[in-house]
């Protein structure tokens, strides 16, 4: 059968097959087996592997490839391997592109070398790629492709018919036919589905539906995203504020965008750039990741220097020490958990000003009730451990104290967060971990002072 | 114009209007506003809505929306609602919904309920649903809807532009005709734009793809996902094992498992199920979340116990005990690190057999550079604060040790549990904390012990 499938299983056989090749140095057979491979699969295998087998498997691929692969790869390794390319390979990369592509490799450039490409290229390339560089990157312009089709609302299908037939092909994932006035304003939109299944006598204005949603060019990247999940679109027109139409925009670009936002907001969680290539040089990622780690030195020391206000009483009482950072623990995975609860509904738009003062109630509740049911628990097992029910009071009053806190916290950081425009994927972890620890440590350190120390 | 547009501000506007006019009692009036809404616009009111609102707007609903909101619905309060309803109006819901939320709803449903609602609904619908249940939810055969156009490929293009002005329409979002021989073995794909701009007597077997990727109807929906990201596909034929075509996937269920997979992992990672509903009752939340808090406190407890070991040492040195906290959150964060790029790096499939051992020595390279900078800071910082060298020295030589290891465990934790097919996103961060947690403490209080307990 002609049908043919590459799922994972394949992935990882011809990886090893590749790897082989390349271990033997057979590298003409390499270089036909990655002829043989759709840019996307050569994407991912570059993505798979270590620096040395990509620079070695990177000289290997076709000029012709080249700037198809260039697309699919992540970020990092992209803007890598651009940094490498001469200005004639550059430009013939960018020859076959997408405007939105073209638009991402040219800005990646220096100053110098980005006149270089775009004087290398085509007229009709280099007038592409001005469009497209006129939007911001992360906004629906930066997103959009500008070879839609138009038609005009006054002509019969059949006329549509003939203009496709002379056209000979539609651009890529095109799946509707954007109807528009003299002046490009934007009326309607028919689904190609429609001239297929319709009498060709109709008239486009009735086969239109006007009433088409379109996008504006200023909006924001993720919030094209939201509307795309949401009304489950295959593409959508984007218009200036006039109503004209500039583009389109197509699931595939957004699906990237989906992914993107989904990493970094689970990549920022844990500190790290959605970037990160996981197979990049060790000394870059070591420099990459030390700014978390330098923000969670200065949160530890803080949380260090909260214990020392309580030397005293830490000095008289080892058991204080052992059973402190019990607490900070369990209040830190509890605002976490609030945490990344209203970092996803503010990323899917469930959260705003609403409903806000709602949610932060139901948290506050939680973090209560969740501090009474654990308070008594491990009140209850430091009794059992320690023998001394004072103790396991202490841990208990300081552990209601931190989880109710902790509710709060992990509610009201990332709306507040979002008020002043910071990303709360971002800055909120480290934010309420440092809440949680200081309170924490205050609260049973403090409460064993005031109760123990006489 | 015509062409309208829902954005993030509007939905918040209808909201605040929709939450008016429920508080002032005018029912009719909400319900005439939910009648011109959208079954996805609706689906977020709902989603964004407490409890309370969210019963009464349910009822408001009209009956013919109900199928189409509960296809948009997030699973939690979905299975809420479906819980709620009679058999007749589940049935009467499940009536207008694609294969994939039929069988979703069934599933969902208690046995004796099951029998009743499948009883209420019409022959076609039932024989419907029972294809659907005949696959598992989270494999390609859950995803597929079975309304493909098949084609024959010895009929030329004018046959088939014929056949399909006298059907009048497509199912949604079909953008390829399947090409299949008499026992339904798929043999390739034409898609639509192709039937719009060639020669109507072009032959079907000239036009198609076939070359077309097929997915098999056993293949996990994250690898299906995978597979449509990588290639940028709008649908794929799904085909049983002798090649004959079941169904069609579309990329909006696509996004919908693209969407779900990273909620997962990002939910996951923060000790959430990804169905926690933002807005959902406080009692159900309270207890969703215990789980977590439970395995956590055991974790403490360890480590608590871990420092009990040292309780001669603490007794003697307050100031080892105010530092201790330091050593394990730096090797947490740094474990961290590792861990949500590991995690993210199997997701995207671009970790396997043949490159897990260079990442484990790439991960356990950065913790030792890392370990290596940062307890050089702290050892510096220490010596200024406490103006002991010797404390700095000990606290930097733990922070050494254990950033070292979290760095080897934070890959190698998520990459063991791949193998144990236990969820990496679930397990994993917990996992992580307990060995950065036991070790930082062992090797800042066992170092301790040695130097300065003489």
Known sequence: MAVELLDNEQTELRLSQLNQALGSGMFVHVRQMLLNMAASDIALVLESSPPRTRQILWQLIDQEQTGEVLEELGEELKDQLIRQMSPERLARAAAGLDTDDLAYILRSLPDSLYKQVLQSMGSQDRSRAEQALAYPEESAGGLMNTDTVTIRPDVNLDVILRYLRQRGSLPEATDTLYVVDRRDIL????????????????????????DLEAIPVTMADSEVAQLFERHDWLSAPVIDQDGRLLGRITIDDVVDVIREDADH??????????????????????????????I???????????????????EQFATIAILMTIVPSMGGVAGNQTLALVIRGIALGHIGQ??????????????????????????LA??????????????????????????????????????????????????LTTVTDVIGLFAFLGLATLFLLR
Chains 1, 2 share one sequence.
């Open 354 to 379: 609403s409903n806000s003062r709602w949610l932060l109630g139901k948290e506050l509740a939680i973090g209560f009730l969740n501090g009474l049911l654990w308070s008594s628990l491990v009140c």
């Open 265 to 294: 907001t689970m990549m920022g969680m844990a500190g790290m750039d959605e970037d990160e290539d996981t197979f990049g040089p060790v000394l870059r990622s070591t420099l990459r990741r030390s700014m978390w780690l330098t």
């Open 296 to 314: 969670n030195l200065f949160a530890a020391l803080l949380a260090a220097s909260v214990s020392n206000l309580f030397e005293n009483t830490l």
């Open 382 to 431: 430091i009794w059992v451990w320690k023998g001394e029910w004072q103790l396991g009071a202490l841990i208990g009053g300081a552990m209601l104290i931190n989880m109710t806190v902790a509710g709060l916290a992990g509610a009201a950081i990332p709306l507040l967060l979002k008020k002043l425009k910071v990303d709360p994927a971002l800055a909120g972890g480290m934010l």
């Open 187 to 210: 009326l309607g939109g028919v689904n190609i589905a429609t001239l297929l299944t319709r009498d060709p006598s109709t008239p486009v204005r009735e086969l239109m539906d006007a």
